[in-house]
């Protein structure tokens, strides 16, 4: 049966102009990226409900006040406080150990801003719980969003992620012109180490 929620994703989809692909995943860390605009996290969420999913979103505390205090638990964001993230991480990695249905949708780049690196809490997390890594991607050139592979995270963090920038290489976001290489400090490490 077809959610309000769902049906509502599908017009606002379809009035945009934009055309959606890939297969929602239900369980996994998902990567939505590029992320160059909060209108990139809007599009991924209308997608995602679109295909009957309600996924939980890390959003930082500062922003849970006044009339998004109210809205943003309801569109699946959890305040994170960003000084000391453990508790928060720790409580989604025992949600995700439960067997239940659990999708948590991480931007790994800073939005509006371009970072040398990407944020690797996707990775550390999906090691950590076992859960796989779904790519997801805006492409606001080609009005396309949408799902592409899903992996699980090995102990190389090279080889992981030059498979996400395969995936990514022709992928823009809704600004371009922000988008950042997918790269994750990890690796320079991994390569320090060999």
């Known amino acids: 049966m077809t959610t309000l929620r769902a049906r509502f994703a599908a017009f606002v989809l379809r009035i945009a102009g934009w055309t959606a692909v890939g297969e929602v995943p239900?369980?996994?860390?998902?990567?939505?990226?590029?992320?160059?605009?909060?209108?990139?996290?809007?599009?991924?969420?209308?997608?995602?409900?679109?295909?009957?999913?309600?996924?939980?979103?890390?959003?930082?505390?500062?922003?849970?006040?006044?009339?998004?205090?109210?809205?943003?638990?309801?569109?699946?964001?959890?305040?994170?406080?960003?000084?000391?993230?453990?508790?928060?991480?720790?409580?989604?990695?025992?949600?995700?150990?439960?067997?239940?249905?659990?999708?948590?949708?991480l931007a790994a780049e800073g939005t509006r801003s371009k970072g040398e690196y990407w944020k690797s809490g996707f990775w550390r997390i999906a090691r950590s719980t076992g859960l796989p890594i779904s790519l997801a991607f805006v492409d606001g050139p080609s009005k396309t969003s949408g799902f592409g592979p899903t992996f699980k995270p090995t102990n190389d963090v090279v080889a992981d992620m030059d498979f996400v920038?395969?995936?990514?290489?022709?992928?823009?976001?809704?600004?371009?012109?922000?988008?950042?290489?997918?790269r994750l400090r990890e690796e320079l490490t991994a390569g320090e180490a060999s």
């Open 26 to 105: 239900r369980t996994g860390i998902l990567v939505g990226a590029p992320h160059t605009s909060n209108w990139d996290f809007i599009m991924m969420l209308l997608i995602m409900w679109r295909g009957g999913v309600s996924p939980r979103v890390l959003i930082k505390q500062e922003i849970f006040r006044g009339p998004l205090g109210w809205l943003l638990p309801r569109l699946g964001g959890i305040p994170l406080d960003r000084s000391s993230p453990g508790a928060v991480i720790r409580q989604l990695v025992a949600q995700a150990r439960t067997g239940e249905p659990f999708l948590l949708i």
């Open 165 to 182: 920038r395969e995936f990514y290489a022709d992928k823009r976001g809704i600004h371009p012109e922000r988008r950042t290489e997918p």
